[in-house]
């Protein structure tokens, strides 16, 4: 059945510069018809691909339904025979909206912790000469930059979650390890990893966009090596792979049931580092925690948030916090 006023249109993306590089059009078929076919009506557009419908009232008696569909995976004439059946239909492609492109004009770069400079902006074609604080500079001591412009996916620096885990980040020694970072939104958190001496990481959100965002935003931060993103779950890991460190920044309702597998993807002498709670959930997340084996060992807050660093009871293999990795 169709949806009632859905709101399932397409997502939004970008304008100029890179964002030009990545955004999208759709095709919209646009349908006013008979209020008693709108269930046959939404069967079939599901059944034709749709991306998603948005239905609302007509004249007496009639209503309407937007279809949306990726750009060019619609024949023109797809829904000609519905005019038979007394239903008017018009198609045409519809550029996507950028809600965020006057944001990005405006907006500066933010440092973060010690060590990162986020700049939400566009980045132009040379990504080279706009990326001036890169591994040369940062290896004196100065900040590494990272360009993760303002679009669809969470994480660019602005808020209090994001800028939690890059604190605990860079109290932790990385060097060689294997990271996680689950719900990775612009990837942020993989590409800070990284910098900060990281063998491999793996990022992954449940959100395709972010997940496509994130590879995108590899491609503006050259580096010698890369994060591998993928969209989708935790489950979708190898049963036997294991994680020096596991960053997640996932509101608690959202990761719950994901936490003894995500316990057990975590190397002997491992830490994760936490966020996305507020202060006022501090009890319950550590309840949460405890009963998966981790504790904390460590706490951090901006504003209203928490974050933690927290270990399981096997530390003997090695200690990243302190910097003494096992072999
Ligand atoms: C608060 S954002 C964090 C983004 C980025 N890591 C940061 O720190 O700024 C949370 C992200 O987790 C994703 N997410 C929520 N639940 C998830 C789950 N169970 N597994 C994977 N990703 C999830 C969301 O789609 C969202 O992109």
Not at 218 to 242: C, E, H, I, K, S
């Amino acid at each position: 059945m169709a949806r009632k006023n859905g709101a399932v249109g397409p997502r939004r993306a970008g304008a100029s510069g890179y964002a030009q590089r990545v955004s999208q059009s759709f095709e919209r078929a646009r349908f006013v018809l008979p209020s008693s076919l709108e269930e046959e009506l939404g069967a079939a557009l599901w059944a034709a691909g749709t991306l998603g419908l948005e239905t609302r009232g007509g004249a007496t008696g009639t209503m309407v339904i937007d279809a949306w569909f990726a750009d060019g995976t619609l024949r023109e004439d797809a829904f000609r025979h519905w005019r038979t059946r007394g239903v008017t239909v018009t198609q045409e492609t519809v550029a996507s909206q950028d809600y965020l492109a006057a944001y990005r004009a405006q907006a500066q770069p933010i440092d973060i912790g010690e060590r990162f400079r986020i700049d939400p902006r566009d980045v132009d074609d040379d990504v080279d000469a706009a990326n001036p604080c890169g591994g040369a500079s940062a290896a004196r001591g100065e900040r590494f930059g990272l360009h993760i412009p303002a679009r669809v996916a969470f994480g660019t620096g602005s808020h209090e979650t994001t800028r939690l885990v890059l604190r605990l980040l860079e109290t932790t020694h990385l060097d060689g390890g294997r990271v996680l970072d689950i719900g990775c939104g612009s990837g942020i958190l993989s590409f800070a990893a990284l910098r900060l001496g990281a063998r491999e990481v793996t990022g992954f959100d449940l959100d395709t966009p972010s997940a496509l965002v994130a590879g995108q935003n590899a491609a503006l931060n050259p580096w010698p090596r890369q994060p591998r993103f993928y969209a989708g779950r935790l489950d979708a890991l190898v049963m036997t792979a294991r994680f020096d460190l596991i960053a997640v920044n996932v509101l608690p309702m959202r990761i719950r049931d994901d936490l003894p597998r995500l316990a057990q993807a975590l190397a002997p002498g491992g830490r994760v580092l936490s966020a996305g709670a507020l202060t006022t959930e501090r009890d319950t997340m550590l309840a949460s925690w405890a009963a998966v084996g981790l504790t904390a060992e460590a706490e951090a807050i901006e504003g209203e948030w928490i974050g933690f660093v927290l270990a399981g009871g096997d530390r003997a293999r090695g200690d990243l916090v302190r910097g003494e990795r096992a072999p």
